[in-house]
């Protein structure tokens, strides 16, 4: 099955503790990127990279880091979480960025 | 910039009443548009798509949308909403670099019985 799958879905932490954020799709797409959902902002981008060795910063980069040491894997990095960082965050990959994107299950992030 | 405004933060529709969910964007050039739907707790999955040709497209779980330039506009539409079409909508559009999809902020719907 078609997937893009994150890890993981729930994680509460304290500020300043560094945590990653897995990602990993099946379906060998060149474009991942990750996004920030919250209420009354809708989603807004963070990273993305076009391939692997290959990434960039989205409109909200502050605070995080990304690595594309392989094409299905896009891991999202956070050195030292601060409480403005408490979101809903989706992974998403598609063959190019603007055709349809396939989106994981979510990962909810609260730091306090 | 691009932008992407959907206008109704929530909507409340009878059961198998119509829908319209309204999307208006900015772009210069020839969109290629998006409506996401995202249930609770769920991740996003994409209703349609339109790239060029026919402004009406088809999508999943009986749900359309009409492209229409003049306008700006990419209204989501469903001739009868069911229950289970409760949930958040999102109209996206990609930028102009490719290397992103710009969301509005949502529209959630519920749906009375």
């Known amino acids: 099955e078609a997937q893009v799958t994150q890890n993981p879905r729930y994680l509460i932490t304290v500020t300043g503790k560094k945590l990653t954020v897995t990602c990993s799709q099946n379906?060998?797409?060149?474009?991942m990127s990750w996004y920030r959902q919250d209420p009354g902002l809708g989603l807004r981008q963070i990273y993305y990279?076009?391939?692997?060795?290959?990434?960039d910063k989205g409109d909200v980069p502050e605070g995080y880091k990304v690595s594309r040491k392989e094409k299905r894997n896009f891991p999202l990095i956070l050195e030292s979480p601060s409480p403005n960082q408490t979101s809903l965050y989706f992974c998403?990959?598609?063959?190019?960025?603007?055709?349809?994107?396939?989106f994981g299950q979510g990962t909810r992030l609260t730091v306090v | 910039a691009q932008s992407v405004t959907q206008p109704d933060i929530h909507i409340t529709v009878s059961e198998g009443a119509s829908l319209e969910l309204r999307c208006n964007y900015s772009?210069?050039?020839?969109?290629?548009l998006f409506w996401y739907v995202q249930s609770p707790g769920q991740g996003l999955q994409l209703l349609l798509k339109?790239?060029?040709?026919?402004?009406l497209v088809q999508g999943i779980k009986g749900f359309e949308a009409e492209f229409k330039r003049s306008q700006s506009s990419f209204n989501l539409r469903k001739p009868s909403v069911h229950w289970s079409d409760a949930a958040e909508y999102f109209c996206?559009?990609?930028?102009?670099?490719?290397?992103?999809?710009?969301f509005g902020k949502g529209t959630t719907l519920s749906v009375s019985s």
């Open positions: 998403a990959s598609s063959w190019r960025m603007n055709t349809e994107a396939f």
């Open positions: 379906m060998n797409h060149e474009y």
């Open positions: 990279s076009m391939n692997v060795e290959v990434t």
């Open positions: 772009y210069g050039a020839t969109p290629y």
């Open positions: 339109y790239f060029s040709g026919d402004t």
């Open positions: 996206a559009v990609a930028d102009q670099a490719g290397t992103a999809l710009i």
